[in-house]
């Protein structure tokens, strides 16, 4: 069993149940049923896709933990790709080894870990596509994609999605 076959059970068995409650930032919570979890992930999933993530890639994810990292986590997943997690708190030189050291081919990044991700892209034979969660302050460098454009996106379909996964894979 896999954890997006998990995912696929539990949304649909208990489409209404909350997932993930999250402070928003305004004195309250933000919250996604299962339902909305697995309908962001698919949709993330297409995003990446979409921007060139293949099966087999493995895709960096410089997160907290806040609710972009479990959709792309779960998403890479059923793009058929990796995740791989990166602490916020590391310097640019170990960044640049684990992209290059996994052969990343994308990176999600908060806005504001942007500074040390795109020191960390200078060390790289071969810069990941960056996808930028929030608003940066230094601006969207070319070739970026807000991460909101990918959970805007068409989404894949989970059972196709859910297929292509086996229990050898990796999961973050």
């Known amino acids: 069993v896999t954890v997006v076959q998990y995912l696929r059970r539990t949304a649909r068995t208990r489409p209404d ?7 928003d930032g305004r004195g309250g919570y ?12 698919c949709r993330v999933a297409g995003g990446l896709t979409g921007i060139g993530v293949r099966p087999g890639e ?4 410089m997160l907290d933990n806040e609710p972009a990292f479990h959709l792309a986590d779960t998403a890479t997943m059923l793009a058929g790709g990796t995740p791989v997690s990166v602490y916020s708190t590391s310097a640019p030189n170990q960044i640049a080894y684990v ?35 929030g608003d ?9 994609t807000p991460f909101d454009r990918l959970t805007s996106s068409d989404p894949v379909d989970l059972d196709d999605a859910v297929q292509r996964v086996t229990p050898d894979d990796l999961a973050t």
């Open 30 to 41: 933000g919250r996604w049923t299962w339902a909305e979890y697995a309908e962001g992930a």
């Open 136 to 144: 940066p302050a230094v601006g969207l460098p070319a070739g970026a």
């Open 58 to 61: 493995r895709v960096v994810l």
């Open 17 to 23: 149940k909350i997932s993930l409650r999250w402070r």
């Open 99 to 133: 992209a290059d050291h996994c052969a990343a081919t994308a990176a999600v990044v908060l806005a504001a870990d942007l500074p040390a991700f795109l020191r960390a892209c200078e060390q790289m034979a071969a810069p990941p596509r960056l996808v930028v969660v």
